[in-house]
């Protein structure tokens, strides 16, 4: 007998409507949750979703109505995206992105929820696929609403630098990942997913049109960490910059035990 799918959503932005608009953060989603599960998913809107997990989608639970009554939505791993949002304690809360979006959820029914963004398990979902050739030193993540930057062009032209567009198809995008010894990305997931694949990385600011500091502060507290200070392209282009710095700081404590509490914590639906 075919499982039932599972119904999930996931910001799919113009990709809705177009496939080369599809934000490989948004729509990892999907294949993160079919790995984990071993079930097929299928998108559904919130209102009739069964849960919520990559993204900073959080606030969408309030759209979690059937006929006027509130629905009860499982939640693993999804993230808040403003300080003054709080959630209800109806919802079952297996795991949320960071510890900022934990205490904005009013109650949590005695459950401890595993913590992290199931971003991190990308590693799991590429496993015994053949890792290919680290070919290039730098690849630069550009958020999409900093693509046609002068900065990201700059960068991009310098040796043995790879920019790696996050409208490409997933399996694309974490290959190319993969591809590069170092990273540096405007794009949350960008630096998620390195981390998985334990590349070192630090986030680039691009332009002030990201808007949200707080989800990384969020992902970043799960290691106890703050979140290491971004770069400039400023400082990125200047020739005395050392990649090998990056290398340095680097470190994602308890990265392993991470990964295993939050795929134990998927639900059973």
């Known amino acids: 007998m075919t499982a039932r799918p599972i119904k999930l959503f996931w910001w799919q932005g113009d990709g809705a409507h ?3 608009r599809r934000n490989f953060g948004d729509y990892l989603s999907p294949l993160i949750v079919e790995m984990v599960s071993r079930r097929p998913v299928v998108f559904a809107p919130v209102a009739s979703a069964d849960m919520l997990a990559i993204g900073t989608i959080l606030k969408r639970e309030r759209q979690a109505r059937f006929f006027g009554f509130p629905r009860k939505l499982h939640i693993w791993g999804s993230g808040a ?3 003054d949002e709080r959630f209800p304690a109806r919802h079952y809360y297996h795991a949320v992105r ?9 109650a949590t029914g005695g459950a401890s929820p595993a913590l992290g963004d199931p971003g991190i398990l990308a590693g799991r979902y590429v496993d015994g696929r053949q890792a290919p050739d680290k070919t290039f030193t730098l690849g630069i993540i550009p958020h999409f609403v900093d693509q046609s930057l002068k900065a990201v062009t700059e960068i991009g032209s310098r040796p043995n630098t790879l920019v790696i567009n996050v409208f490409d198809p997933v399996d694309s995008v974490l290959e190319q990942i993969r591809r590069c010894h170092f990273i540096l990305s405007s794009s ?3 630096l998620i ?3 998985a694949f334990g590349i070192p990385n630090r986030r680039i600011l691009l332009s002030d049109k990201v808007k949200s500091s707080m989800k990384f502060e969020d992902y970043y507290s799960i290691y106890g960490l703050q979140e290491p200070q971004p770069l400039t392209p400023a400082e990125v282009l200047d020739p005395r910059f050392k990649l090998d710095l990056i290398a340095e700081s680097y470190a994602r404590p308890g990265l392993q035990a991470l990964q295993d509490r939050l795929a134990a914590a998927f639900p059973d639906l």
């Open 81 to 83: 995206g403003k300080p």
């Open 188 to 190: 949350m997931h960008g």
């Open 98 to 106: 960071g510890h900022l979006t934990l205490a904005r959820i009013k």
């Open 193 to 195: 997913v390195s981390d």
């Open 18 to 20: 177009d496939v080369s």
